[in-house]
């Protein structure tokens, strides 16, 4: 099986990052605030309970999630299945499914379209399409594979214009 990482763009890393450490100052100011209360002298208990832990299960889910995006986003291919990872969000495809793997010169994109008419979008570094791509035609030789280039773009506009 081989894996290929997620790539984020520097902006989507640092804002993971800023998330992270707000849920870590989130956690600390929600155990300052439960250390200096008196939940003891309110009037009904339940209410500051179900607060208190609605403060703390939320930064917990949000840290969980982040950390998840950074350790577990990842495209691996085996002989019959393609995985996607994206954090906890997971996918499975079918090797046989996969009709063609176009990559997009325009725009860079390097794409999967399936037999059933639809497509996602691969988001590795780019030094590695060669790789991601081999790797799945040597899983299913049927696998179609093509190039649009800049050049067939404008050739078809002009072609369309006449």
Request: proline share 2%; net charge neutral.
């Amino acid at each position: 099986m081989k894996v290929f990482k997620y790539k984020f763009s520097k902006l989507t890393i640092s804002l993971i990052y800023t998330g992270i450490a707000l849920c870590f100052i989130g956690l600390g100011i929600n155990i300052y605030s439960i250390a200096t209360a008196n939940i003891r002298e309110d009037a009904n208990i339940v209410y500051p309970i179900i607060q208190y832990s609605l403060l703390f299960l939320i930064p917990i889910l949000l840290l969980v999630l982040l950390v998840s995006l950074l350790l577990s986003s990842y495209y691996s291919i085996d002989n019959k299945t393609l995985k996607t990872s994206f954090g906890i969000i997971k996918s499975k495809y079918d090797i046989n499914e996969i009709a063609t793997v176009m990559l997009d010169r325009a725009t860079n994109k390097l794409s999967v379209f399936l037999k059933n008419n639809t497509f996602f979008v691969i988001v590795v570094k780019e030094e590695w399409y060669e790789e991601f791509i081999d790797t799945l035609c040597k899983a299913n030789p049927s696998i179609e594979y093509s190039i649009k280039s800049k050049e067939n773009d404008e050739n078809e506009k002009n072609d369309k214009q006449h």
